[in-house]
């Protein structure tokens, strides 16, 4: 126990110390306070509050516990947590599903504004392709009620998360298992979007990432483009005659994915975006 003369650390004091203790063993101090709110039991602002007050003991034990796992064993805040939240809505992960990025909101905040100019607020069917948690699939479904969204994943451990999401966030996605397109045939899209694994597979993976999130959710063959190649090959099996597809990929990988774009879609625009950190991150191809 941490004491001060016998009298617990304040909210402040306790912050403080383990933060450097995360800096000191090279992990990021924000997961100091995200584990802070959590055992907590607080918000941001709740948090900020009551700096000056005293944790009570058993919460700051079971705090403790927690920095430990995340700086000695080495375990993703968010599985200590057990939530991620994206684009406002709060995600369940764990090690079968990825840990939703910030990348990926900026995709999916593209994807909205890619379809209010392309097909006008109509009502759309979209797809998501290896969905993970469902963060893209569900938030879609979420904020643009005009979109009747299906995703598919090849885990059928990934999509018990991604279901169990879309019971709590009361979203109403449909849900298929099977590898990439394959458990679309018959079927037809307005919308295609994909995070797929795009690591290549001798790349270093830091171990954080490496030993706590699936492999198939990160290594996507020798150049970590075998994903997008067979969707892109594939998709406008799958696509109505009109279409928008929405990709997230390696930052340096944008120029090879355009290639394989136009060698494979005619008569398509090609829209490649940059992130909030000025990274190529994100490819759309439009076909009106």
Known sequence: MFLRGGIMPSYKEILRINEQYALDNQKEDSGVKLLLMHFA??????????????????????????????????IPVQHIIGT???????????????????????LLGNILIIYEDVFDSKEVEVVDIGTGSGCLAITLDIEEPNMKVTATDISDKALKVARLNNKILKSN???????MLAPLEGKKFDV?????????????????????EPSLALFGGEDGLDFYRTIIKGAESILNDK??????????????????????????????????????????????
């Open 84 to 106: 991620q939240d994206f684009y406002g809505h709060t995600f369940v992960v764990n090690k079968d599903v990825l840990i939703p990025r910030f990348e990926t909101e900026e």
């Open 192 to 212: 295609l979007v994909s995070n797929p694994p795009y690591i290549p597979n001798r790349e270093f993976v830091e171990g954080l990432v490496k030993n706590n």
């Open 41 to 74: 039991k607080m918000d941001s602002a709740d948090l900020l509050l009551s700096m000056e007050e005293d944790m009570p003991d058993d919460l700051y034990q079971e705090f403790l516990y927690g920095v430990d796992r995340y700086i000695v064993k080495n």
């Open 243 to 288: 279409y928008i597809i929405a990709f997230e990929h390696a930052f340096n990988k944008a120029k090879e994915l355009k290639k394989i774009i136009k060698k494979n879609l005619k008569d398509v625009e090609i829209i490649q975006k940059k992130d909030l950190q000025g990274k190529d991150r994100m490819t759309f191809v439009i076909k009106k």
């Open 173 to 179: 996605v449909t849900f298929l298992q099977g590898d």
